[in-house]
């Protein structure tokens, strides 16, 4: 045995970890192997996303409607749980921007924001996100989030940026907003009262935003130019939310700004580790949250799976959808003991984390014990620190989430996709967020439904003096004047037995010479037992006007179930073809 074949060929032992515990304790694979040259880039991806994710944290909960601190919560021991139970080795969890404005919107109702009992219900929130992910998980029902298409996410996103970024205008302009049922109503009342702007914490907001987007699109290129090394210029570029933390608190503080300008401060932070919580168990209270919790979950789950799956391609490395939804299911139920909120993996955070060298659960690791320091040493620091500044950071981090890129291919590909698209973004906008959601996949399923209930039916005919057939409006083929080919591009089911059923019968009255029929069903995938009727009933109305019925290219999958049903022998066995070609040999059309 060679060297290179010790180390490529897994013996039994390890195969049996990598299925067994390993699949579903995914630290064992990375733990029991870490290598000491993967440690530089975890640490380094640790520190990074800690910067970034420590104000985030903060305006992310204001976002939310709750104290600064549950946000840091919240990026603790969900992190840690994550680290160790995800099947993405890159994916950065804690607060996100969607999953605070759900939370907002699902519990703002029941609650006054930032009181005791809100935060109570932000808990209970975060347990009912927690067993529904972890059912789904370990169920294996990662496929139901399918029902969220991409053009539905997008319309979503889309308009969730748009209602983030206009719930963070008032603390920008410096005066409030007070919350009202419909978001048009936010945008008339902000429009009336430009008058009561404080000046001063509009500049506050607006350099802050200047020096982020300056950060974040200019600095890089600079510091290219003046030659140094792009180790270094990651962790500075992306120093942006601390830096523009540390220099406004500095302001506020020395010139005493909340108090000679009224610039509105976070105030008290308290210090020290998160206490253990409990969430409330009264069953009416998880009715009314349910719904809040499955948009959460879904939402929530989308938004990580694809950012995982994306970064993990370019390593060449596998995400485990289902282990995915153990592992989320598991750091909000940290997140409802360690006093946070719902949690879920941000986009930009973890591409960040993956550029920093990110290679195992350790990054998160590392982030975690590093906000587990700043909440015990630091958070006396941002007593000063204007709310304009958390705005201003939630501001520029969800200006990415209007998908420009979508609309625009959704348009030119697909016009009913695009429909989905525009009726989830207006609803969001006009009804509201959940709501919102649940309008565009009811579009999406009622769309799929109109689409699929008119399959596509070809009438084809033989190219040249090949085997292939094709369709007779698209090619030039040969046709025999006994012998109508058609075949049926989609499954079929309860919604396009009569489309299929009435579109047959009217080809065969057109061509009256026409004496035997073959259905090829190289595209059916499934016939359900609607479409098993349908095909029986066809048969007898074919057989009335003399026209003999043969199936070519049937699936092995559909044939069995034809088979098991006596279909198969009632139609006569001889009357099924492995191929087009064979059948129109038989029927001496070639």
Not at 68 to 87: E, T, W
Not at 371 to 387: D, G, H, M, R, S
Not at 562 to 581: C, M, N, Q, W, Y
Request: one cysteine or more; hydrophobic letters at 50%; proline letters at 5%.
């Amino acid at each position: 045995m060679t060297v290179s074949e010790t180390h490529t060929t897994p013996t039994p032992a390890s195969a049996r970890r990598r299925n067994g515990l390993g699949r579903y304790l995914p630290f064992l694979d990375w733990l029991l192997h870490y290598r000491r040259q993967d440690l530089t880039g975890d640490l380094l991806a640790g520190i990074i996303v800690t910067i970034m994710l420590v104000p985030q944290s903060m305006a992310y909960a204001l976002l939310a409607g709750l104290p600064p601190q549950v946000g840091l919560y919240a990026s603790i021991l969900p992190l840690i749980v994550y680290g160790l139970l995800g099947s993405s080795r890159v994916l950065a969890v804690g607060p996100v921007a969607i999953v605070s404005l759900l939370v907002a919107t699902g519990i703002s109702p029941l609650a006054e924001q930032g009181g005791p009992e809100y935060v109570q219900l932000a808990l209970t929130l975060a347990l009912l996100v927690g067993i529904v992910q972890l059912i789904m998980g370990v169920v294996r029902l990662g496929f139901l989030v399918n029902f969220l298409s991409h053009p539905v996410l997008s319309g979503f996103t889309s308009a969730a940026a748009i209602v983030i970024g206009f719930s963070q205008v008032k603390h920008v302009l410096g005066f409030r907003v007070p919350r009202t049922e419909y978001f048009y109503q936010r945008v008339l009342y902000t429009l009336n009262h430009l008058g009561e702007t404080n000046l001063v914490t509009l500049v506050i907001g607006l350099g802050s935003i200047g020096l982020l987007l300056f950060f974040k699109y200019k600095l890089g290129g600079l510091l290219r130019r003046w030659g140094l090394k792009e180790t270094l210029i990651m962790p500075i570029t992306k120093s942006a939310p601390l830096v523009v933390v540390l220099v406004s608190t500095l302001a506020v503080w020395g010139f005493r700004l909340h108090e000679g300008a009224g610039v509105a401060i976070v105030g008290g932070v308290p210090a020290g580790l998160p206490p253990l919580t409990m969430p409330t168990l009264d069953p009416g209270i998880w009715q009314l949250l349910l719904p809040t919790a499955l948009a959460i979950s879904f939402v929530g789950f989308m938004e990580s799976i694809s950012v995982a799956k994306s970064l993990a391609s370019k390593r060449r490395q596998k995400v485990d959808a289902d282990q995915e939804l153990v592992a989320l299911g598991a750091a909000n139920l940290a997140a409802t003991f360690t006093g946070g909120y719902p949690v879920t993996g941000g986009f930009s955070r973890s591409v960040v984390n993956f550029a920093a060298g990110a290679q195992t659960g350790l990054a998160s690791i590392v982030t975690a014990l590093l906000i587990a320091l700043t909440v015990i040493f630091l958070t006396p620091l941002f007593y000063f620190l204007p709310k304009a500044v958390l705005a201003a950071i939630i501001l520029v981090a969800v200006a990415n989430l209007f998908d420009f890129k979508t609309v625009k291919h959704t348009w030119r590909y697909s016009k009913a996709d695009f429909a989905s698209l525009v009726v989830t973004f207006v609803a969001v906008l006009a009804i509201g967020v959940e709501k919102g959601i649940l309008a565009g996949v009811a579009t999406a399923i009622l769309l799929f439904l109109w689409r699929t209930s008119r399959p596509h039916i070809a009438v084809v005919g033989r190219v040249g003096d090949s085997e292939h057939f094709r369709n007779v409006l698209r090619h030039e083929v040969q046709t025999c004047p006994h012998v109508l080919a058609i075949r049926v591009d989609q499954s079929l089911y309860f919604a396009n037995t009569q489309y299929l059923e009435t579109a047959i019968l009217q080809m065969v009255a057109d061509n009256p010479r026409v004496k035997h029929l073959v259905l090829i069903f190289s595209a059916v995938n499934f016939v359900d037992a609607s479409a098993l009727e349908t095909l029986e009933e066809l048969n007898r109305e074919l057989g009335d006007a003399g026209v003999t019925l043969y199936f070519a290219e049937v699936k092995g999958p559909v044939m069995d179930r034809l088979k098991a049903v006596g279909f198969v022998d009632e139609i006569g066995p001889e009357r099924f073809f492995l191929s087009t070609h064979q059948a129109m040999r038989q029927l001496e059309c070639v």
